[in-house]
């Protein structure tokens, strides 16, 4: 069993960087890491991804403002967030899983979720 937790939600202004963390117990070093969002009414959508061996992958609408990463040692992977949007508003939830990367139903674990709300 993987039990994931997130945190570093907040709220900021437009610009601002955020970092959020995603803490897992048991094999969660063994397993594929994605940040997922859910915007009030919409469908939850893939972020970003890290692998086992920190492959990443990413969503277009976040390249080159948000970075994956992870600390095997801390058993935590890292979303650092940058030049915040008022559009990157949502609710962030990480999820655990053994392969693929960009859709919900190939994570096999999931976190509570933490809200991200930025400001105009």
């Known amino acids: 069993q993987v039990h994931l937790v997130e945190s570093g939600g907040g709220l900021v202004q437009a610009g601002d960087s955020l970092r959020l963390s995603c803490r897992g117990s048991?094999?969660?070093?063994?397993?594929?890491v994605g940040w997922f969002r859910q915007p009030p009414g919409k469908e939850r959508e893939f972020v970003a991804a890290?692998?086992?061996?920190?492959?990443?992958f990413y969503a277009e609408s976040v390249k080159g403002r948000f970075t994956i990463s992870r600390d095997n040692a801390k058993t935590t992977v890292y979303l650092q967030m940058g030049s915040l949007k008022p559009e990157d508003t949502a609710v962030y939830y990480c999820?655990?899983?053994?392969?693929?990367?960009?859709?919900?139903?190939?994570?096999?674990?999931w976190g509570q979720g933490t809200q991200v709300t930025v400001s105009s």
């Open positions: 890290i692998s086992r061996t920190s492959s990443t």
């Open positions: 999820g655990a899983g053994v392969q693929s990367a960009y859709t919900v139903a190939d994570y096999v674990y």
């Open positions: 048991g094999t969660f070093n063994m397993l594929l």
